[in-house]
């Protein structure tokens, strides 16, 4: 173990590097830049609201807020987890020329979409200020679910890029899988409708509505997290970081041949 730490700090320069330059290419020729973090939630927030809110049955005044909740930490987990499905193949030329461990490469990509992430969260901020959300203490607690996306988005990224290099549909099968997450989330619709329909288990199976549940609970209503929901997304999150490391390591000797 020792020795592993020593040789992720050996490296931490060139990490750093990468995520700089995840971070430059992704808004490369971009006019709006950065800026555009801030400005797509809060316009895809607007969108989404005028368009769900016709739908629901009652009234909620932080009904904008649910929606940018939900909608950023989806969209993270999404971004990164897709991230770090290609990067073995995407840096299959300085993997064949040096040697580099090569789970810097999906973890730059992640924490590359993390940083991105954190720079969005003032939106939430502006949100909140102007729906006049109370400030309770328990917004303090909202870090807790942050901290178990980064790590749960990690955990996946890594099994996605090891399965990535020797099944290359793996990508186009992630995106339908994304897909049926995203509507399983609830980011823009109650979830009582559906658990009133006997489906209570779509919810309790998707770890990451059991994150989304929480930093609501946190961000918007000012109440205490839901217990079950972060002993499953603990354990959910802790559990896949285990076993794409465990998984990784395994299969990375053979990346060279595949890449």
Request: hydrophobic letters at 55%; glycine letters at 4%; charged letters at 15%.
């Amino acid at each position: 173990m020792k020795n592993h730490i020593t040789n992720f700090f050996k490296y931490d320069f060139l990490l750093s590097e990468l995520v700089k330059k995840d971070i430059k290419l992704k808004y490369r020729r971009s006019i709006l830049g950065l800026f555009w973090t801030l400005l797509e939630p809060l316009l895809t927030m607007l969108v989404l609201t005028v368009v769900f809110s016709k739908l629901r049955s009652k009234g909620d005044e932080y009904f904008p807020l649910y929606i940018l909740t939900g909608r950023l930490i989806y969209s993270f987990f999404a971004n990164s987890t897709k991230a770090a499905m290609k990067a073995i193949r995407t840096n299959s030329g300085m993997i064949k020329k040096v040697y580099i461990p090569k789970y810097i490469y999906p973890l730059s990509n992640v924490i590359s979409n993390f940083l991105i992430f954190l720079l969005s969260l003032p939106v939430v901020v502006l949100v909140a200020i102007v729906l006049k959300v109370p400030v309770t203490w328990h917004v303090i607690e909202g870090i807790i679910p942050l901290v178990l996306l980064f790590i749960m988005s990690l955990g996946v990224g890594m099994i996605l890029s090891a399965m990535a290099v020797f099944f290359r549909d793996i990508e186009y099968l992630w995106s339908v899988v994304l897909m049926l997450i995203m509507y399983c989330s609830a980011i823009f619709y109650e979830p009582e409708s559906v658990i009133k329909n006997g489906y209570a288990w779509v919810f309790s199976l998707n770890p990451l509505y059991a994150i989304i549940t929480n930093f609501r609970n946190s961000i918007i209503y000012g109440t205490s997290m839901d217990m079950n929901a972060l002993i499953y997304s603990t354990v959910f999150s802790f559990g896949s970081l285990i076993i794409g490391v465990w998984f990784f390591y395994k299969k990375q000797d053979k990346f060279i041949l595949n890449i």
